[in-house]
Protein backbone atom coordinates (compact mmCIF):
# COMPACT_ATOMS: atom_id res chain seq x y z
CA UNK A 1 0.00 0.00 0.00
CA UNK A 2 1.47 3.40 -0.92
CA UNK A 3 2.51 5.69 1.89
CA UNK A 4 1.47 9.02 2.43
CA UNK A 5 4.93 10.19 1.92
CA UNK A 6 4.72 8.12 -1.33
CA UNK A 7 1.99 10.19 -2.61
CA UNK A 8 3.55 13.67 -1.39
CA UNK A 9 6.67 12.84 -3.24
CA UNK A 10 4.82 11.89 -6.34
CA UNK A 11 2.64 14.53 -6.14
CA UNK A 12 5.56 17.01 -5.46
CA UNK A 13 8.34 15.42 -8.64
CA UNK A 14 4.86 15.29 -11.27
CA UNK A 15 4.62 19.22 -10.23
CA UNK A 16 8.20 19.46 -10.58
CA UNK A 17 7.83 17.50 -14.03
CA UNK A 18 5.55 20.00 -15.08
CA UNK A 19 6.99 23.15 -14.53
CA UNK A 20 10.42 21.91 -15.83
CA UNK A 21 8.46 21.28 -19.03
CA UNK A 22 6.97 24.31 -19.62
CA UNK A 23 10.39 26.34 -18.81
CA UNK A 24 12.22 24.00 -21.80
CA UNK A 25 8.92 24.79 -24.09
CA UNK A 26 9.12 28.18 -23.76
CA UNK A 27 13.25 28.28 -23.98
CA UNK A 28 13.04 26.37 -27.66
CA UNK A 29 9.67 28.80 -28.50
CA UNK A 30 11.79 31.88 -28.06
CA UNK A 31 14.80 30.64 -29.54
CA UNK A 32 12.98 30.46 -32.97
CA UNK A 33 12.06 34.28 -32.94
CA UNK A 34 15.68 35.64 -31.54
CA UNK A 35 17.52 37.19 -33.86
CA UNK A 36 21.21 37.02 -32.80
CA UNK A 37 23.27 33.99 -32.94
CA UNK A 38 24.16 34.63 -29.02
CA UNK A 39 21.07 35.06 -27.46
CA UNK A 40 19.63 31.86 -29.75
CA UNK A 41 22.82 29.80 -27.86
CA UNK A 42 21.45 30.64 -24.65
CA UNK A 43 17.83 29.73 -25.21
CA UNK A 44 19.01 26.86 -26.54
CA UNK A 45 21.23 25.47 -23.64
CA UNK A 46 18.48 26.72 -21.92
CA UNK A 47 15.93 24.71 -23.25
CA UNK A 48 18.26 21.50 -23.50
CA UNK A 49 18.77 21.72 -19.88
CA UNK A 50 15.32 22.16 -18.58
CA UNK A 51 14.19 19.52 -21.01
CA UNK A 52 17.03 16.77 -19.71
CA UNK A 53 16.30 17.73 -16.21
CA UNK A 54 12.54 16.62 -16.82
CA UNK A 55 13.77 13.77 -18.16
CA UNK A 56 15.89 13.17 -15.28
CA UNK A 57 12.59 13.64 -13.22
CA UNK A 58 10.05 11.79 -14.83
CA UNK A 59 13.15 8.35 -15.15
CA UNK A 60 13.23 8.34 -10.94
CA UNK A 61 10.06 9.29 -9.89
CA UNK A 62 7.72 6.99 -12.26
CA UNK A 63 10.06 4.46 -13.92
CA UNK A 64 10.54 2.82 -10.63
CA UNK A 65 6.52 1.35 -10.65
CA UNK A 66 7.69 0.00 -14.11
CA UNK A 67 11.33 -1.63 -13.92
CA UNK A 68 11.71 -1.62 -10.44
CA UNK A 69 14.04 0.55 -8.19
CA UNK A 70 17.87 -0.87 -9.25
CA UNK A 71 17.40 0.32 -12.67
CA UNK A 72 16.15 3.31 -12.30
CA UNK A 73 19.01 3.95 -9.31
CA UNK A 74 21.42 2.69 -11.89
CA UNK A 75 19.98 5.50 -14.56
CA UNK A 76 19.97 7.78 -12.29
CA UNK A 77 23.74 7.70 -11.70
CA UNK A 78 24.28 7.97 -15.18
CA UNK A 79 21.90 10.96 -16.31
CA UNK A 80 22.71 12.74 -13.55
CA UNK A 81 26.70 12.29 -14.41
CA UNK A 82 25.89 13.38 -18.14
CA UNK A 83 23.74 16.39 -16.39
CA UNK A 84 26.89 17.64 -14.34
CA UNK A 85 29.00 17.62 -17.84
CA UNK A 86 25.83 19.64 -19.38
CA UNK A 87 25.65 22.51 -16.59
CA UNK A 88 29.50 22.69 -16.63
CA UNK A 89 29.95 22.81 -20.78
CA UNK A 90 26.80 25.67 -20.14
CA UNK A 91 28.27 27.77 -18.08
CA UNK A 92 31.75 27.50 -19.96
CA UNK A 93 29.91 28.57 -22.97
CA UNK A 94 28.10 31.51 -21.15
CA UNK A 95 31.42 32.59 -19.52
CA UNK A 96 33.24 32.51 -22.73
CA UNK A 97 30.55 34.92 -24.35
CA UNK A 98 30.26 37.89 -21.77
CA UNK A 99 34.29 37.60 -22.01
CA UNK A 100 34.27 38.29 -25.76
CA UNK A 101 31.79 40.90 -25.13
CA UNK A 102 34.11 42.94 -22.43
CA UNK A 103 35.99 45.44 -24.07
CA UNK A 104 38.07 44.65 -21.24
CA UNK A 105 38.16 40.83 -21.76
CA UNK A 106 38.57 40.97 -17.86
CA UNK A 107 39.61 37.48 -16.19
CA UNK A 108 37.33 37.31 -12.98
CA UNK A 109 37.61 34.84 -10.65
CA UNK A 110 40.63 33.48 -12.69
CA UNK A 111 38.46 31.66 -14.85
CA UNK A 112 40.57 31.20 -17.35
CA UNK A 113 43.21 29.21 -15.54
CA UNK A 114 40.16 27.54 -13.41
CA UNK A 115 37.71 25.98 -16.02
CA UNK A 116 40.24 22.97 -16.67
CA UNK A 117 40.33 22.49 -12.79
CA UNK A 118 36.33 22.74 -12.84
CA UNK A 119 36.34 20.34 -15.54
CA UNK A 120 38.48 17.84 -13.60
CA UNK A 121 36.20 18.39 -10.43
CA UNK A 122 33.36 17.27 -12.02
CA UNK A 123 35.62 14.27 -14.12
CA UNK A 124 36.30 12.98 -10.19
CA UNK A 125 32.74 13.95 -9.03
CA UNK A 126 31.42 11.71 -11.88
CA UNK A 127 33.86 8.94 -11.51
CA UNK A 128 32.90 8.61 -7.61
CA UNK A 129 29.27 7.26 -9.38
CA UNK A 130 31.10 4.13 -10.34
CA UNK A 131 31.76 2.96 -7.11
CA UNK A 132 28.05 2.56 -5.93
CA UNK A 133 27.07 1.21 -9.34
CA UNK A 134 29.27 -1.51 -9.01
CA UNK A 135 27.65 -2.31 -5.30
CA UNK A 136 24.50 -2.16 -6.93
CA UNK A 137 25.20 -4.56 -9.56
CA UNK A 138 27.17 -6.79 -6.78
CA UNK A 139 30.11 -6.55 -7.74
CA UNK A 140 31.44 -4.64 -4.75
CA UNK A 141 30.53 -6.11 -1.17
CA UNK A 142 29.41 -2.68 0.37
CA UNK A 143 30.97 -1.82 3.84
CA UNK A 144 30.45 1.16 6.26
CA UNK A 145 33.62 2.86 4.94
CA UNK A 146 32.30 3.41 1.75
CA UNK A 147 29.73 6.03 2.89
CA UNK A 148 32.51 8.65 3.50
CA UNK A 149 32.38 9.16 -0.19
CA UNK A 150 28.92 10.69 -0.11
CA UNK A 151 30.27 13.15 2.06
CA UNK A 152 33.17 14.22 0.29
CA UNK A 153 31.16 13.88 -2.89
CA UNK A 154 28.68 16.34 -1.38
CA UNK A 155 31.56 18.48 -0.28
CA UNK A 156 32.96 18.45 -4.17
CA UNK A 157 29.59 19.54 -5.68
CA UNK A 158 28.80 22.47 -2.80
CA UNK A 159 32.91 23.75 -3.43
CA UNK A 160 31.91 23.38 -6.98
CA UNK A 161 29.26 24.91 -7.30
CA UNK A 162 30.06 27.68 -4.72
CA UNK A 163 32.81 28.29 -7.52
CA UNK A 164 30.82 28.51 -10.08
CA UNK A 165 27.75 30.73 -8.25
CA UNK A 166 31.17 33.38 -7.57
CA UNK A 167 31.86 33.31 -11.45
CA UNK A 168 28.54 34.18 -12.60
CA UNK A 169 28.20 36.52 -10.03
CA UNK A 170 31.56 38.17 -11.06
CA UNK A 171 30.93 37.88 -14.90
CA UNK A 172 27.08 39.36 -14.12
CA UNK A 173 28.55 42.11 -12.08
CA UNK A 174 30.55 43.80 -15.43
CA UNK A 175 28.37 43.02 -18.44
CA UNK A 176 27.02 45.91 -20.11
CA UNK A 177 24.30 44.02 -22.52
CA UNK A 178 21.71 43.86 -20.36
CA UNK A 179 19.88 41.19 -21.85
CA UNK A 180 22.94 38.64 -20.79
CA UNK A 181 23.11 40.68 -17.58
CA UNK A 182 18.98 39.49 -16.54
CA UNK A 183 20.56 35.90 -17.90
CA UNK A 184 23.09 35.69 -15.68
CA UNK A 185 20.88 37.25 -12.82
CA UNK A 186 18.88 34.16 -13.61
CA UNK A 187 21.75 31.86 -13.87
CA UNK A 188 23.29 33.01 -10.56
CA UNK A 189 20.14 32.41 -8.82
CA UNK A 190 19.76 29.20 -10.41
CA UNK A 191 23.16 27.53 -9.61
CA UNK A 192 22.19 28.36 -5.78
CA UNK A 193 18.85 26.03 -6.23
CA UNK A 194 20.73 23.53 -7.42
CA UNK A 195 23.43 23.61 -4.57
CA UNK A 196 21.12 23.68 -1.99
CA UNK A 197 19.23 20.95 -3.45
CA UNK A 198 22.67 18.72 -3.66
CA UNK A 199 23.75 19.64 0.11
CA UNK A 200 20.34 19.53 1.55
CA UNK A 201 20.32 15.34 0.53
CA UNK A 202 21.78 13.86 3.25
CA UNK A 203 18.70 15.54 5.24
CA UNK A 204 16.56 13.68 3.26
CA UNK A 205 18.56 10.87 3.15
CA UNK A 206 18.66 10.87 7.47
CA UNK A 207 14.64 11.50 7.50
CA UNK A 208 14.16 8.88 4.86
CA UNK A 209 12.52 11.11 2.43
CA UNK A 210 13.01 9.15 -0.84
CA UNK A 211 11.40 7.54 -3.31
CA UNK A 212 14.18 5.59 -4.97
CA UNK A 213 16.60 8.28 -5.39
CA UNK A 214 13.95 11.31 -5.63
CA UNK A 215 14.17 13.54 -2.37
CA UNK A 216 11.85 15.59 -1.21
CA UNK A 217 14.31 18.23 -0.69
CA UNK A 218 14.79 17.66 -4.82
CA UNK A 219 11.46 20.01 -5.15
CA UNK A 220 13.62 22.80 -4.96
CA UNK A 221 14.07 22.04 -8.35
CA UNK A 222 10.78 23.64 -8.89
CA UNK A 223 12.59 26.78 -8.57
CA UNK A 224 15.07 25.97 -10.59
CA UNK A 225 12.36 25.29 -13.34
CA UNK A 226 11.52 29.06 -12.32
CA UNK A 227 14.44 30.35 -12.68
CA UNK A 228 15.21 28.69 -16.33
CA UNK A 229 11.86 30.49 -17.66
CA UNK A 230 12.88 33.72 -16.43
CA UNK A 231 16.44 33.04 -18.43
CA UNK A 232 14.68 32.81 -21.73
CA UNK A 233 12.18 35.09 -20.50
CA UNK A 234 14.86 37.68 -20.30
CA UNK A 235 15.85 37.43 -24.09
CA UNK A 236 11.71 38.28 -24.58
CA UNK A 237 13.18 41.77 -25.60
CA UNK A 238 15.60 40.67 -28.77
CA UNK A 239 12.30 39.30 -29.77
CA UNK A 240 10.34 42.80 -29.38
CA UNK A 241 13.80 44.37 -30.72
CA UNK A 242 13.55 42.46 -34.03
CA UNK A 243 9.94 42.54 -34.71
CA UNK A 244 10.29 46.64 -34.83
CA UNK A 245 13.64 46.18 -36.98
Not at 95 to 115: A, G, T
Not at 116 to 128: R, Y
Not at 186 to 196: A, E, G, H, P, T
Request: aromatic share 16%; glycine share 4%.
Amino acid sequence: MISTLEILILFVGGITLISLAYSSFWSFAIRKALYGKIYRKRALWTGSFATYSALEIALIVYLPNVVGSLVVDLTWLVVGSALLFILTAWISSTVKVVISLDPFHRNRMKWSQSEKFVWLISAIIVAMNILPALIMLGYVNYVSAFSILDYVQTGLFIALFTYLILVVFAYQSVIFDRLLKAYLKSFFYLLIVLMLSIALSPVALTLGLFIGPFALTDSLLILSAFFMYRMSKSLAPVVAKSNIT
